[in-house]
Structure formats: C-alpha cells, structure tokens
C-alpha cells in the first residue's frame, strides 16, 4: 500500500522590521531622486539645507540596511520582506556613499 504523506503549512507573517527597512530604502532613494532634481537646478548651489537632507536620507539607507540584516535571522516569520529591504537599502547606500565620494573629490 501506497504511503500517504501529510503536509502542513503554517501561515507565517512578515517580519516588521522587513517591510521597515524597504519602506526606509524607498524614502531614502526618492529622496536621492528629488535632491538630485533639485541640485542640478540650482546648479550645484544648493545650500547647506539640501546637504543636511541628503545626509538624513543617506543615515536612513544604512540604518535601514542594518535593521534589514538584522531581521534575516528571526526564525517563525517570513523574509521576503527583510531580504528586499536589506538588499534595496545597501544598494541605496552605495549608491549615496558614491555620490559623496564624488562630492568630497
């Protein structure tokens, strides 16, 4: 006789901190997005404020990369969210590493 095998699938939430770390790479690459916009309509002479927004948004990639990492190890919970989180918000953060190193050069 044939062996019936019985399978169970638990339903798993998201993690939190997850869908936190790609809402934070979202808002930290619009941000790059409208500051870019902006800069280059001022022609480089944005000021101190566009500055101190640039470096906000660059502060959100990382900690959201580092809360996105962080959340890869829960167990019971799913991690579509952490691993696009993490992975969007380090790129987001080459991304505005790269510019800065452009701008201090």
Do not use: P
Not at 42 to 56: Q, R
Not at 69 to 95: C, E, P, Y
């Amino acid at each position: 006789m044939a062996r019936k095998y019985k399978y169970s699938f638990v339903k798993k939430e998201d993690a939190q901190e997850g869908r936190r770390a790609a809402w934070m790479a979202a808002v930290s690459f619009g941000l790059f997005l409208i500051l870019s916009l902006v800069s280059f309509a001022f022609g480089g002479k944005g000021g101190n404020a566009l500055g101190a927004l640039g470096l906000f948004a660059m502060l959100l990639a990382f900690y959201g990369c580092y809360i996105g990492f962080k959340s890869i190890g829960r167990h019971g919970r799913m991690q579509k969210f952490s691993v696009i989180g993490s992975l969007t918000s380090g790129a987001v953060s080459i991304l505005w590493l790269a510019l800065f190193l452009v701008g201090v050069k």
